[in-house]
């Protein structure tokens, strides 16, 4: 081969590059302004209204974008304004924990346009999940009468480990799952990119794309549920590490004479502060006749962490004392990491979020009086806004994120 063939080879695959990477960019310029015109695109991107022209009227081909109405004239014709097109296309989000899955559909705009909980079995395996995933899509899909081909791609929440380029699942405790590959069983029938998530990792997406986190570039968002995790955003970035495994709050040690947790270590505040510790340590006080309106429960094996919130909120000592000492625990792996990270917002989801009003107060002030004075004062310590569907939604935004280049 000549060198003129090279380059001429090599000239057309970045003529190829820059085309997909300008649209890409018109579209999420599209995505961010809600509302524009090519006048508009043209001043924010610097290419030409002819280059802008020819990309718009592609995106408008495609169906993911439409004329919206006339705008206001700043000088001359007044121009057509543009948007994302509800319902062009779509994406799947599901998150996977302990006994059941949650699952949204949310279309180009990021608007929902289906949510379900679906309940499974303990010890479900990914062979098990990725036949469920299959077919609960298919229902909702013929349920809101939509073709497959209109799904950009399905994403899943995973509470576990997840290596940065496989997407393998190396270790989820709570599941039992370990060195999994879930994305295998599922692209193979779904026919559909498929991606794999930390569901900490999901949520902070979530929180960036349309929670309260959009433009904020260092933040922490920590789930609490059967687990506890966190998604770490450092300059506009999702932060990994090394391996893919940056994050796992759940897994810092806050007591080294606590319980086993389900990694092998004592005393993770995994096992000093999600759901499943509290449901624990109240069914473990009740049996041992602590005053409490939880002894009205029958069957005390059965109290979880709708009766602990209830009973709190209605001034039981007991079970407001399991909610603040989960929080005190929360407090001190949070103070750790406004020394360590210095983020500027930590978000705190999921169940946290139903009780949050009760613990909160006392969150703060552990991490007042253990964090540096310094960082403590730049860090807003908040409940998510949008609370249990957030994985699944942040599982759901990364394929649009592939969409909009990002």
């Known amino acids: 081969m000549y060198k003129g063939d090279v380059m001429r080879r090599n000239l057309t695959g970045n003529n190829k590059f820059l085309k997909e990477l300008n649209q890409k960019t018109i579209l999420d310029l599209i995505r961010v302004n809600k509302v524009v015109s090519k006048a508009d695109l043209s001043q924010l991107t610097g290419l030409s209204p002819t280059a802008v022209g020819v990309i718009v009227n592609k995106l408008l081909e495609k169906g993911c974008i439409h004329e919206t109405g006339i705008g206001e004239s700043k000088g001359g014709r007044k121009p057509v304004m543009l948007e994302l097109k ?8 599901i998150d996977i924990d302990v006994g059941c899955m949650s699952i949204v559909l949310i279309d180009i705009t990021s608007n ?26 298919r229902k909702i899909l013929k349920v809101n009468s939509i073709k ?3 799904v950009l791609g399905l994403g899943i929440s995973v509470p576990g480990l997840i290596e940065n380029d496989s997407q393998k699942v190396i270790l989820a405790p709570n599941l039992g799952w370990k060195d999994i590959d879930l994305r295998k069983h599922i692209t193979h029938a779904e026919k559909m990119p498929v991606y794999v998530e930390n569901e900490a990792m999901a949520s902070a997406i979530c929180e960036n794309w349309i929670g ?8 922490i968002c920590i789930n609490i549920k059967s687990g506890i995790g966190s998604g770490i955003f450092t300059e506009g970035r999702l932060y990994r ?13 806050v007591d080294e004479n ?3 947790c389900g990694c092998g270590n004592y005393g993770c505040l995994e096992t000093m502060a999600s759901v499943k510790y509290m449901e624990e340590r109240a069914r473990r006080l009740i049996r041992q006749g602590t005053a409490s309106s939880l002894n009205a429960i029958e069957d005390s094996d059965s109290i979880n962490i709708n009766d602990i919130i209830s009973a709190a909120a209605n001034g039981d000592v ?5 909610l603040l000492e989960s929080a005190r625990y929360l407090g001190i792996a949070i103070s750790n990491l406004v020394n360590t990270l210095n983020p500027s917002k930590v978000i705190i989801g999921k169940e946290f979020v139903r009780y949050s009003h009760l613990v909160m107060e006392q969150l703060k002030a552990v991490v007042a009086g253990k964090a540096l004075k310094y960082p403590v004062s730049r860090v807003e310590i908040a409940a998510s806004g949008i609370g249990e569907q957030s994985s699944a939604l942040g599982a759901a935004i990364i394929p649009l994120k592939a969409l909009f280049g990002k």
């Open 86 to 93: 509800p319902g062009s296309f779509y994406t799947a989000g």
């Open 112 to 137: 929902v346009v289906c949510t379900k909980q679906v309940k499974t079995a303990t010890g479900l395996t990914a062979e098990e999940a990725a036949v469920i995933i299959g077919t609960e899509l």
């Open 148 to 150: 497959q081909e209109k």
């Open 212 to 219: 309260s986190c959009q433009g904020v570039n260092n933040f």
């Open 241 to 253: 590490g090394a391996g893919g495994s940056a994050g796992e709050v759940g897994h810092v040690t």
């Open 258 to 260: 606590g319980p086993k």
């Open 318 to 322: 007991t079970a407001g004392g399991i």
